[in-house]
T-cell receptor, first 113, second 114 residues
Framework: ETGVTQSPTHLIKTRGQQVTLRCSSQ?????VSWYQQALGQGPQFIFQ???????GRGNFPPRFSGLQFPNYSSELNVNALELDDSALYLC????????????FGPGTRLTVT | DQQVKQNSPSLSVQEGRISILNCDYT??????FLWYKKYPAEGPTFLIS?????DKNEDGRFTVFLNKSAKHLSLHIVPSQPGDSAVYFC?????????????FGTGTRLKVLA
């Protein structure tokens, strides 16, 4: 059984650019949640996908968008990057039936300059 | 508006003693709570959870206590081991929305001294 993986590990982008982060869920998991963790803070919920549909969203602007694919892998897209978007981005997968148990990947460290 | 607060940024404990990590919340709609442990360069790892219908849940060396009237939960680690040194996050969710949208605290860095 493979765990949650994320790519890339690190990324540096310039303000105004667009970025795509990727997540492969744990085998058999059909739900994925994305979180943003700024330095010194706890993870903040961005949104959740279940069976390719958005299933809940936190207080993030529309320039944060996502996709979930039939194989349950997922992408987080951020347009018009701002300096404050610099953070660790975490994805967490789960089964809908046991959604409270979320398994996190190691994260992607995004730096916006 | 910080709905989940961990007021102690760090805690040091001697090996073998009890570690107590605290967490307060403000939203009375929260009904499910978890503790996660995070090592550097890794994602958070689920540790233990508790539903609002309980006031205590145990799993080996880890016990979580929930005081709903005080909107307070705590994680007890007994006995503490050097491998427990990590950042601990508490998280809360209201399950009535149909989505487990977790609100995390800012974390407490635990250092267990050998």
């Amino acid at each position: 059984e493979t765990g949650v993986t994320q790519s890339p590990t690190h990324l540096i982008k310039t303000r105004g650019q667009q970025v795509t982060l990727r997540c492969s869920s744990q085998s058999g998991h059909n739900t994925v949640s994305w979180y943003q963790q700024a330095l010194g803070q706890g993870p903040q919920f961005i949104f959740q996908y279940y069976r390719e549909e958005e299933n809940g969203r936190g207080n993030f602007p529309p320039r944060f968008s996502g996709l979930q694919f039939p194989n349950y892998s997922s992408e987080l897209n951020v347009n018009a990057l701002e300096l404050d978007d610099s953070a660790l981005y975490l994805c967490a997968s789960s089964l809908k039936s046991t959604e409270y148990e979320q398994y996190f990947g190691p994260g992607t460290r995004l730096t916006v300059t | 508006d910080q709905q989940v607060k961990q007021n102690s940024p760090s805690l040091s404990v001697q090996e073998g003693r009890i570690s107590i990590l605290n967490c307060d919340y403000t939203n009375s709609m929260f009904d499910y709570f978890l503790w996660y442990k995070k090592y550097p360069a890794e994602g958070p790892t689920f540790l233990i959870s508790i539903s609002s219908i309980k006031d205590k849940n145990e799993d080996g060396r880890f016990t979580v206590f929930l005081n709903k009237s005080a909107k307070h939960l705590s994680l007890h680690i007994v006995p503490s081991q050097p491998g427990d040194s990590a950042v601990y996050f508490c998280a809360a969710s209201s399950t009535t929305s149909g989505t487990y949208k977790y609100i995390f605290g800012t974390g407490t860095r635990l250092k267990v001294l050998a």
